[in-house]
T-cell receptor, first 113, second 112 residues
Framework: QKEVEQNSGPLSVPEGAIASLNCTYS??????FFWYRQYSGKSPELIMF??SNGDKEDGRFTAQLNKASQYVSLLIRDSQPSDSATYLC?????????????WGAGTKLIIKP | SQTIHQWPATLVQPVGSPLSLECTVE??????LYWYRQAAGRGLQLLFY??????ISSEVPQNLSASRPQDRQFILSSKKLLLSDSGFYLC???????????FGEGSRLTVL
């Protein structure tokens, strides 16, 4: 079992709809959770992070965390073609006295006009 | 504001040749610095990270090395490239918040 799992996609969503991206993790000691967006051929950029159970909203983006079920989601409302990208989930956990960031392989999202 | 730059953006190198990728950060002091590699369709693999000048931690044993000669400069090197070294190399920095990374533009390496 991978430590951080994402459906590779592609996930196809019509323009204006809600895109829902999911990520599950295996280590219950994980403490913080991040969503990065990566356009094709470009470097990742941080779009959301969440530390506590529940929802966190930022504009059209909502991150949802459920530690009991060990999953974190990213919702994109009013999807736009410019949202088409690969979305990487990253999970931060303690490893000895340090933090270790574990990455999922990403979900490719396609927004259809 | 903080900026990060890495170069070169693309390079094609023969097997057995040396490699040097450079990364610099501006607008912050004592950043944590990282080198990642991303193979096609894969997640990010941490290669090295540094919490200060001369302090390098290696995550994956390989023929690559890293150095941090100055506070905001991070260099990835190899004496002899392998075919398996091909990939997209990313430099990143963070402040004290673990996980909140800011990436450079990336360097795409093809080893032939």
């Amino acid at each position: 079992q991978k430590e951080v799992e994402q459906n590779s996609g592609p996930l196809s969503v019509p323009e204006g709809a809600i895109a829902s991206l999911n990520c599950t993790y295996s280590d219950r000691g994980s403490q913080s959770f991040f969503w990065y967006r990566q356009y094709s051929g470009k470097s990742p950029e941080l779009i959301m992070f969440i530390y506590s159970n529940g929802d966190k909203e930022d504009g059209r983006f909502t991150a949802q965390l459920n530690k009991a079920s060990q999953y974190v989601s990213l919702l994109i409302r009013d999807s736009q073609p410019s949202d088409s990208a690969t979305y990487l989930c990253a999970v931060n956990r303690r490893a000895d006295s340090n933090y270790q960031l574990i990455w999922g392989a990403g979900t490719k999202l396609i927004i259809k006009p | 504001s903080q900026t990060i730059h890495q170069w070169p953006a693309t390079l094609v190198q023969p097997v057995g040749s040396p490699l040097s990728l450079e990364c610099t950060v501006e607008g912050t002091s004592n950043p944590n610095l990282y080198w990642y590699r991303q193979a096609a369709g894969r997640g990010l693999q941490l290669l090295f990270y540094s919490v200060g000048i001369g302090q390098i931690s290696s995550e994956v044993p390989q023929n690559l090395s890293a150095s941090r000669p100055q506070d905001r400069q991070f260099i990835l090197s190899s004496k002899k490239l392998l075919l398996s070294d091909s990939g997209f190399y990313l430099c990143a920095w963070s402040s004290t918040a673990p996980g909140e990374l800011f990436f450079g533009e990336g360097s795409r390496l093809t080893v032939l």
